[in-house]
């Protein structure tokens, strides 16, 4: 009996081994932005950290040098969330960019799985009519010269 094979298995191969990897991508990205989250969650607790610390020396009668060093340095803690923002967006566009890949690649892929279905059924069909036929030509057959059918 004949075996049924998909005439566009390799493209659905293909289609599979690249969502294998995009799913990797994906979720190495996921995990890079819960980093860069956790840093931006350090500086912004480093950035309280220091306005409270300003704080209380401004009350015990800090001078304006300090209170400067203060404030510089606060200054470059909002540089550095403002660019760990950008790399949070930067990441999450990413993401987005792999979803939409993923999604569409999801489509192709259950159409593939629908139109192997349809063959299969097809094949299917088609092994019932042959084997139908064979069986017609087993039990009909024509003895002499007669064409006597004997059935």
């Known amino acids: 009996m004949k075996k049924f094979k998909f005439t566009l298995q390799t493209l659905m191969d ?6 294998k990897q995009l799913l990797f991508e994906l979720s190495i990205q996921l ?7 956790n840093v931006l969650d350090g500086l912004n607790r480093k950035k309280q950290e220091s306005v409270q610390n300003m704080y209380e ?3 015990d009668g800090a001078t304006i040098n300090l209170l400067r060093a203060y404030s510089d340095f606060n200054a470059m803690i909002e540089k550095d ?3 760990q923002y950008e790399k949070i967006e930067h990441t999450e566009g990413q993401i987005k960019a792999i ?3 993923l ?9 593939l799985k629908d139109l192997k279905d349809r063959q299969y059924v097809e094949f299917c069909q088609q092994m019932d009519k ?3 036929a064979i069986i017609d030509e087993l039990l009909t057959y024509k003895v002499g010269q007669g064409g006597r059918t004997y059935e």
């Open 31 to 37: 995990e890079y932005l819960e980093q860069q989250q």
């Open 103 to 111: 999604i569409d690649l999801f489509k192709e892929i259950d159409m």
């Open 130 to 132: 042959r084997e139908a």
């Open 57 to 59: 020396f401004a009350s």
């Open 99 to 101: 979803r939409e890949k």
């Open 81 to 83: 969330i403002s660019v």
């Open 14 to 19: 293909v289609k599979l081994a690249k969502k």
